[in-house]
C-alpha cells in the first residue's frame, strides 16, 4: 500500500503563482511514476503532469506546458508542482497519483497509476 497526502492548495488571483507538493509514503517502489491530474465538477480528470523516476523524464498536458513545472525531491517520494500565470480556467481539484513504471505514452492515462490521493483545491480567483 502507497499513501498520498497533498497539499499546498488554496486561493491565488490570477496571473500569479502556487506550489502543490505530493509526499508518498509505504511500500514505495525504486522505480514509480508519479502524476498530477485536475478535475473540475461536471467534467473528466484531466492531465496536468507526469515524472518518471527511472530516467526523471517529465511530461505536461498541453493546457500547462510553459507554465507548470512537476519536480520530486531526491532523497524522499515527494513531487512538487509549480504553477505559474495561473488562469481561471486552472481552478480545480488537482490530484496527485502513484504507480510503477510506465511507458512515455502512458505517463498522461489515469489508468496507469495505482494509488490517488483525496485531492487539493486550486481557486483562481480575483
Known amino acids: 500500500q502507497v499513501q498520498l497526502v497533498e497539499s499546498g492548495g488554496g486561493l491565488v488571483q490570477p496571473g500569479g503563482s502556487l506550489r502543490i507538493s505530493c509526499a508518498a509514503s509505504?511500500?514505495?517502489?525504486?522505480?514509480?511514476?508519479m502524476g498530477w491530474f485536475r478535475q473540475v465538477p461536471g467534467k473528466e480528470r484531466e492531465f496536468v503532469a507526469g515524472?518518471?523516476?527511472?530516467?526523471?523524464?517529465?511530461y505536461y498536458g498541453d493546457s500547462v506546458k510553459g507554465r507548470f513545472t512537476i519536480s520530486r525531491d531526491k532523497a524522499t517520494v515527494t513531487v512538487y508542482l509549480q504553477m505559474n500565470s495561473l488562469d481561471t480556467s486552472d481552478t480545480a481539484i488537482y490530484y496527485c497519483a502513484y504507480g510503477p513504471y510506465l511507458i512515455a505514452s502512458s505517463v498522461s492515462q489515469h489508468f496507469g497509476y495505482t494509488y490517488w490521493g483525496r485531492g487539493t483545491p486550486v481557486t483562481v480567483s480575483s
Open positions: 509505504g511500500r514505495t517502489a525504486s522505480s514509480w511514476t
Open positions: 515524472l518518471r523516476r527511472y530516467d526523471s523524464s517529465t
